[in-house]
């Protein structure tokens, strides 16, 4: 076992002993991100370092506290990448950030979220016990698959410490096409084209503009543009990365910013005091608006989804409650790996 | 997990309880009637259960629920029973609750494209409910024709084309369960995601035991236009492995890839005729899939690539009918070895990919030192190795030598950095072998999971997690670096 590993089994003992809050951090780069941050910061950007990487095996291992551009950068140079394309938010991004937040980048829809490529994780949990879930290996049914809960818990269950992933080829060929459009003729031709053998990668709409991303086998992506005509956008890389690490002018100034995870095939949801920029082929929208956090997580649950405060929101609102049976069953989730309430209390809901 | 202590039963008011929450004949409680459902594709493991129930609805598998869980009665989920763990045997104390009868595709939307369905709907009918819209069901494991996909959800079930297109986690969005109190409870959703923990994801291949699956929503993908395969023979199996890795470093991701060894090729040739060359010691086959373009370009660079991975032959699917042709040796495997061996026992451990050559030398010493044959069908491209251990069930000891060689094989599986199993699931088969792989603790974290769920562990008791208990008496606990993790615990 590392210093790392011991150090913070020490302290998160102690901190189960005492009931104090520990307050786990990676780069700092989703400090924004959920609910309130109560306690003591436990640091985890020392942790670094992959553990292991055989591209002919498809699966990198690494520890939870390495940079996630360090990551893609010793992906890239074998031709390599996660496909689900993780936001960053600050060049300070770790891979333990990652997984916790569980959030995914434009190419999510066609290649899967960042649980669907979490092969294992090894934790350590409330009491301080290290655990190892999952594998190194693509396919694996031994056990509750409790590592692909870590994606998104905020770090509630458990202090990650090491996690393997699936990783995929790069796309050999990257296109970007735009299209003038309505965003709800957008929305129709995302779904209707999503249906289709077509490499798509990404699909956008915003200001008018229907942004399509083909993806894959150069031969396939030849084809595809062919079919679908448009015209190139230049600078396609920047336009991506923009939407990925909200850089794009939609997600500028103060207003509101509110992620809506919805069925892809729901109406647009731009309407007076709310605007609206479409990802995910229709199942992410991103809406400014200064309604209130009922009306904006009624809208989400109208089109079958749910709302999650990025920006501007009071934490503790940042994101939606499930049903309540499903809440207790969290609630019970939650005590078996973290009896004393002390790991990121507050991150995800505010009783937590 | 561990059975709980239960109370006596008072199995004549259970039945009268049952009896009334169910439609006239869907409650079996004769030996004859019950004799279909003591095993499942496991068949070395047969139980009877107290009685069958078979209802037709969500709400009938809630009020089944509710009855046994008040009176302390395990149950035990089924689909349609081609599972091979024995994660569907039932409990000699249990209601089996057979949810066959829950078969309708209750609705398809082929523009957000994905199907609502009964988890008692093959596999397979998903698919053909999609084909008029050009989309299909992708996970398709090889017994897609008759496997339900509420099994499937129990199991997280693979198949051949996994590698790309995912396991049954990766194409299920949402569910409907019955928690084991009765408690409707709904996970997942159309949208891409839901909010708080991924209990979708802790669902899937929970084998039965965190809940009973009442309806299930499942991704549909656009059927690829074309599929072509190359058959690549080789003159050893590490040859075989390399143009494997060779493939995927290529940055290939094949539709299918599938590796056979001599002995699995020698039994499908006499059976099938599917045109495998009897002098190689391995055969790969690679399939892909997608748009003509991109299917031409990457036959091509297949065949460039398995040819400077030293290829003795080669041979590419020009048609529907000839791909099929070479698809149905490996398809035909199980029962082509079921025809040159009374009996055999299929393995499912997954190992990294780079340690094939020695763990299939490991197997081929096993096979001497018990003294049985041993064919190795594997779905190459994610690792799953299924070894088929020869014996004759009629044969004193014979039983016994095959699952003791196949427990080697899963212990080997595990000591090079895999798991012991890839796709079958644990169910009772392989609990043994659960405490080879996980350490105590994390076997506490999955108890505790369950009892999350399941606080009377009712659900499908005895599968899938052993009890600390049962890993100390096999000698087989986890110790590591010398110390075992919870020395308050008693051992026997």
Redesign the interface.
Same mark, same amino acid.
């Given at each position: 076992m590392s210093d790392f590993i011991d150090q913070a089994q020490a302290r998160i003992r102690a901190a189960h002993a005492n009931g104090t809050p520990l307050r786990i951090r990676g780069g700092g780069s989703k400090d924004f991100f959920g609910g309130e941050r109560v306690g003591d910061v436990l640091d985890t950007a020392g942790h670094s370092g992959v553990i292991s990487y055989d591209p002919s095996e498809l699966v990198l291992t690494v520890k939870a506290g390495t940079p996630l551009r360090e990551v893609e950068a010793t992906l890239a140079a074998a031709g390599q990448c996660l496909p689900f394309e993780p936001p960053h938010f600050g060049s300070a991004a770790t891979v333990g950030g990652c997984v916790a937040s569980g959030l995914s980048g434009p190419r999510r829809p066609y290649a899967g979220a960042v649980r669907d490529y979490l092969l294992g994780v090894t934790l350590i949990d409330g009491r301080g016990e290290s655990l190892r879930f999952g594998g190194q290996v693509m396919k694996n049914v031994a056990g509750f698959d409790t590592f692909r809960l870590q994606a998104g818990a905020m770090g509630t269950l458990g202090l990650i410490t090491e996690v393997s992933f699936k990783v995929l080829p790069r796309p050999e060929a990257d296109e970007t096409r735009v299209f003038a459009s309505s965003a709800a003729e957008a929305i129709a031709t995302m779904n209707k084209l999503a249906g289709q053998p077509l490499p798509l990668a990404a699909a956008v709409h915003r200001d008018g503009q229907l942004t399509l991303r083909l993806a894959g086998n150069p031969a396939a992506v030849s084809a595809a543009l062919a079919k679908l005509g448009g015209d190139p956008l230049v600078d396609a890389a920047s336009f991506w990365t923009s939407i990925r690490e909200q850089t794009h002018p939609f997600f500028a100034g103060e207003a509101p910013l509110w992620r809506l995870s919805v069925k892809p095939t729901a109406p647009p949801l731009a309407a007076d005091g709310i605007d609206e920029l479409i990802d995910w082929g229709g199942g992410q929208r991103w809406l400014r608006t200064t309604l209130p956090v009922d009306a904006v997580r009624a809208l989400a649950a109208q089109h079958g989804g749910h709302a999650t405060a990025h920006r501007g929101v009071d934490r503790q609102h940042a994101f939606q409650p499930p049903s309540a049976a499903v809440m207790a069953l969290h609630r019970r989730l939650k005590a078996t790996f973290d009896p004393a309430g002390i790991l990121n209390r507050g991150r995800l809901y505010p009783d937590f | 997990m561990n059975a709980p202590t239960l109370p006596p039963i008072d199995t004549a008011a259970l039945f009268s309880a049952l009896a009334e929450v169910l439609p006239k004949g869907a409650l079996l409680t004769t030996i004859e009637q019950m004799r279909p459902y003591e095993c499942d594709g496991l068949s070395m493991y047969r139980r009877l259960p107290l009685c069958v129930a078979l209802p037709q609805n969500e709400a009938q598998v809630a009020a089944v629920l509710r009855i046994c869980n008040a009176r302390g009665v395990p149950v035990v989920a089924r689909g349609h029973g081609t599972g091979l763990a024995g994660g569907a045997l039932p409990e000699e104390g249990g209601v089996l609750l057979s949810l066959a009868r829950l078969n309708r595709i209750l609705e398809l939307?082929?523009?957000?494209?994905t199907a609502r369905v009964q988890p008692g709907v093959r596999n397979l009918a998903i698919s053909e409910a999609a084909a008029p $819209?050009?989309?299909y069901y992708a996970p398709d494991p090889s017994s897609q024709i008759a496997c339900s996909i509420g099994g499937n959800v129990a #199991?997280?079930s693979?198949g051949v084309h996994? !590698?790309k297109y995912?396991?049954t986690?990766?194409n299920v969005v949402a569910a409907r369960v019955a !928690?084991a109190d009765g408690?409707i409870?709904?996970?997942g959703?159309? /949208?891409?995601? =839901?909010?708080?923990?991924? +209990?979708m994801? !802790?669902l899937? @291949?929970?084998e039965g035991l +965190?809940g009973v699956v009442t309806e299930v929503t499942v991704k549909?993908l656009?059927?690829?236009?074309l599929a072509r395969v190359v058959m690549a023979c080789f003159d050893s199996v590490e040859k075989a492995g390399q143009g494997v890795?060779?493939i995927? =470093?290529a940055?290939?991701?094949p539709a299918g890839l599938e590796m056979m060894d001599k002995l699995a090729i020698e039994a499908v040739e006499d059976f099938v005729k599917a045109g495998y060359p009897l002098d190689a010691e391995a055969i790969l086959l690679a399939e892909s899939d997608?748009?003509? #373009?991109?299917v031409?370009? #990457?036959i091509e660079r297949i065949e460039a690539v398995l040819a400077a991975s030293g290829a003795t032959a080669m041979r590419t699917s020009k048609d529907e009918a000839e791909r099929l042709k070479l698809w149905a040796g490996r398809k035909a495997a199980f029962p082509a070895v079921g025809r040159i061996t009374p009996d055999y026992y299929c393995m499912d451990g997954?190992?990294?990919?780079?340690h094939l050559g020695d763990v299939l030398r490991q197997i081929a010493g096993f096979s001497d030192e018990f003294g049985l044959r041993c064919a190795n069908v594997f779905?190459a @491209?994610?690792?799953?190795l299924h070894p088929l251990i020869f014996y004759d069930a009629n044969k004193p000891g014979d039983l016994e030598k095959a699952e003791a060689f196949g427990n080697k094989i899963l212990d080997l599986s595990v000591a090079v950095?895999?798991?012991?199993?890839?796709?079958? @699931?644990?169910g009772v088969e392989?609990i043994d072998a659960?405490c080879t792989? *996980? $350490?105590s603790?994390?076997l506490t974290? *999955?108890h /505790?999971?369950?009892?999350? *769920?399941d606080p009377k562990g009712l659900l499908n008791p005895g599968k899938?997690?052993p009890t600390l208990h049962r890993c100390a008496e096999m000698g087989r606990m986890h110790v590591h670096a010398g110390k075992t993790?919870h020395p308050e615990l008693p051992r026997f």
């Open positions: - | 939307d082929p523009l957000a494209r $819209h050009a989309l #199991e997280n693979g996994c !590698l995912g396991l986690v990766h !928690l408690e409870i709904e996970l959703g159309e /949208a891409p995601d =839901a909010p708080g923990y991924d +209990l994801a !802790l899937v @291949g929970s +965190l549909l656009p059927r690829p236009q890795a060779a995927i =470093a940055g290939i991701i997608g748009t003509p #373009e991109e031409a370009n #990457e997954t190992i990294p990919r780079r779905h @491209g994610d690792g799953n950095g895999g798991t012991i199993t890839g796709e079958h @699931g644990v392989k659960m792989q *996980f $350490h603790r994390e974290a *999955f /505790a999971v369950k009892a999350a *769920f899938a997690v993790a």
